[in-house]
């Protein structure tokens, strides 16, 4: 009997078995699957990246033979770092400015006669001069040095720029015009900062008669420079944020000027001598103190673009009805409302465009100017 019972226990501990592997050989081969599919894909995904990092190399080999062979198989080419060839041979394409403001050192390897600009902004003066002892040459047309003390700059390399076309020194502590100027005689346009000291007046005759434009923000005039009256060529002039409430001699704004900037120079009325520059098209007198009371009639009818922002306009002067050219207005910042004369602007032919930001005693956008056609900015 025991036997028996032993027996039966056996076969029922052989079936339980027989199930339990039965239920396994179900469940491996599925999780077995589903694990190989998982490595499969990150195998595939680790291929396709390698195939792409081999694409990308060998463009950047391409570029890098391409780059050796036009400029003579220069053994400094292989120094270069292959990030850098790429940036500049695989994407920047070809190039003809150096901005050492935020090149690195190794773009040296452009020869010099592939480099028309240069730009420097708050470089010591030593890399500086390292730089325009490497560039300088013939092939410069513009340079441009700021925030930099110039004081030890090596003005005999710049000199080798003697086809330079612009020269911008901003915030350079510069106390008089180079010296040089009058050797650059191809200079067309010229922006500089200039501090006098107050026993040694700047020598305004280094100015080259080659100027189209001029710019001297800053320069602490209080006189116009006669110089300007024998720049015959010079169309661009801009003497913002000088002290000129005082000056006496107008006279010495040259009437071939298309441009002229008086912004932020303490004037509180027309110069008279705008009213010869018969070629004036645009004129600057934003952050003055000029009103509507002004004298309004020594502005030629040639002007296209006025800028008369934060000045003291209550009212639209009436001899406005002459700038039959003008097509754009700026008098943002001033006192004007919804009394004020827009009738006269209504009834110049090109005018297009009028800014009133900031007029705050005005409510709505003039009717008149709406319905003329003219946009008008609030």
């Known amino acids: 009997m025991n036997l028996h019972k032993i027996v039966i226990g056996v076969c029922l501990c052989f079936t339980m078995l027989h199930s339990l592997e039965q239920e396994w050989s179900i469940e491996a081969p599925l999780q077995e699957n ?13 291929l396709n990246q390698q195939e792409a990092s ?16 036009k400029l003579g198989n220069k053994n ?21 400015i150096v901005d050492l403001s935020a090149a690195s050192k190794k773009l040296r390897l452009l020869t010099q ?18 730089a325009l002892e490497r ?7 513009s340079l441009l040095i700021e925030n930099t003390d110039l004081s030890d700059l090596n003005w005999q390399l710049v000199q080798r720029c003697n086809n330079l ?3 911008t020194l901003l915030e350079a502590e ?3 015009l180079p010296q040089i100027l009058p050797s650059l005689t191809h200079l067309k346009y010229l922006l500089v900062e200039v501090t006098p000291e107050e026993e040694e007046p700047i020598n305004w005759n280094l100015l080259p008669n080659t100027l189209e434009g001029l710019s001297l923000p800053d320069c602490h005039l209080t006189e116009l420079p006669q110089r300007l009256q024998n720049l015959p060529q010079l169309k661009y002039l801009f003497l913002h944020r000088n002290n000129l409430s005082a000056a006496q001699n107008w006279d010495a704004l040259p009437v071939t000027l298309n441009e002229l900037s008086l912004g932020t120079c303490s004037l509180e009325e027309l110069p008279p001598r705008l009213s010869a520059l018969t070629h004036l098209t645009e004129l600057d007198l934003n952050y003055n103190q000029i009103d509507d009371e002004a004298q309004w009639d020594r502005l030629p009818i040639s002007l296209e673009k006025l800028y008369l922002g934060k000045n003291g306009f209550l009212d639209i002067p009436a001899q406005f009805n002459r ?21 006269i602007l209504s009834q110049l032919p090109k005018l297009t465009e009028v800014d009133l930001t900031n007029n705050y005693n005005l409510t709505v956008a003039p009717p008149a100017l709406v319905n003329a056609g003219i946009t008008v900015r609030r």
Request: glycine share 4%; hydrophobic share 35%; no cysteine.
């Open 34 to 46: 589903t694990a190989q599919e998982a490595f499969l894909k990150s195998l595939e995904e680790k």
């Open 323 to 343: 700038l039959v050219n003008l097509t754009v207005l700026d008098l943002h910042n001033n006192d004007l409302d919804d009394d004020s004369n827009w009738t």
């Open 135 to 141: 560039y300088a040459g013939p092939q410069v047309k």
């Open 165 to 167: 076309e612009k020269l």
């Open 174 to 176: 510069l106390t008089q």
């Open 113 to 130: 006669g592939t480099i028309t600009k240069l730009n420097f902004d708050d470089k010591p003066i030593e890399i500086i001069n390292q």
């Open 54 to 69: 081999l694409k990308k190399i060998k463009t950047i080999q391409k570029n890098q033979d391409l780059f050796k062979k």
């Open 76 to 96: 400094f080419l292989t120094a270069l770092p292959t990030e850098m060839f790429h940036a500049i041979t695989g994407y920047l394409g070809p190039r003809n």
